[in-house]
């Protein structure tokens, strides 16, 4: 799947701001191809983000 520039701007506040390898996002992103869905529901699915990191994503989405 190719990064849109909204998902490009969540890739990097992942990385950055969270510290999510990225290998974690290249396999969520493999999985946004067969289970369409937003980046950061696929990656708290599988594990590879906290709760307290999912809380931290919406709030830097709602702002």
Same mark, same amino acid.
């Given at each position: 799947? #190719? ?6 701007? %969540? ?5 950055? #701001? ?6 974690s ?5 493999? !999985?946004? #191809?067969?289970?369409?869905?937003? %980046? !950061?529901?696929? %990656? ?7 709760? #307290?990191? %999912? ?9």
């Amino acid at each position: 799947m #190719e990064p849109t520039r909204s998902n490009t701007q %969540l890739i990097n506040f992942l990385q950055k #701001e969270l510290a999510v390898s990225a290998s974690s996002i290249a396999m969520a992103l493999r !999985h946004c #191809e067969q289970d369409p869905g937003p %980046l !950061h529901m696929i %990656l708290w699915q599988y594990g590879l983000l906290s709760l #307290e990191q %999912l809380e931290q994503i919406f709030d830097w989405l709602e702002g």
